[in-house]
């Protein structure tokens, strides 16, 4: 089994903030080392790339069709490290499809 890093990521949760292309290579290779994954955007589920709306339809990945809030990562982790996440990979782009900078491209 291909790991995403040296860590065993069974059953941790992976907080994805964005919804292209790499969120899904993502989002994939987190499921493919065990994780669940959660995927945050805004963007309408009809309007998400092919493999992440096929990963959604397959109930691989949870869904939250909001904007990112800080509060997410103390909030949508495991019981057992009190609902912090284990690992978050932004994939926004610098500049959001409204034009809009990004709040993490300062980061």
Do not use: W
């Not at 964005?18 to 065990?34: M, Q, Y």
């Not at 959604?56 to 996440?85: M, P």
């Amino acid at each position: 089994m291909p790991l995403l890093t040296s860590v065993d990521c069974t059953q941790h949760v992976h907080l994805i903030v964005g919804d292209n292309g790499i969120a899904a290579k993502r989002a994939t290779r987190s499921l493919e080392a065990g994780a669940m994954c959660i995927v945050i955007s805004p963007t309408e589920v009809d309007e998400l790339p092919f493999d992440l709306k096929g990963l959604l339809e397959k109930q691989r990945i949870r869904y939250l069709q909001r904007d990112f809030d800080e509060a997410d990562l103390t909030s949508l982790g495991r019981e057992e490290v009190d609902r912090v996440v284990d690992m978050v990979f932004v994939t926004l782009s610098p500049v959001d499809k409204k034009g809009t900078i990004s709040p993490f491209s300062q980061c």
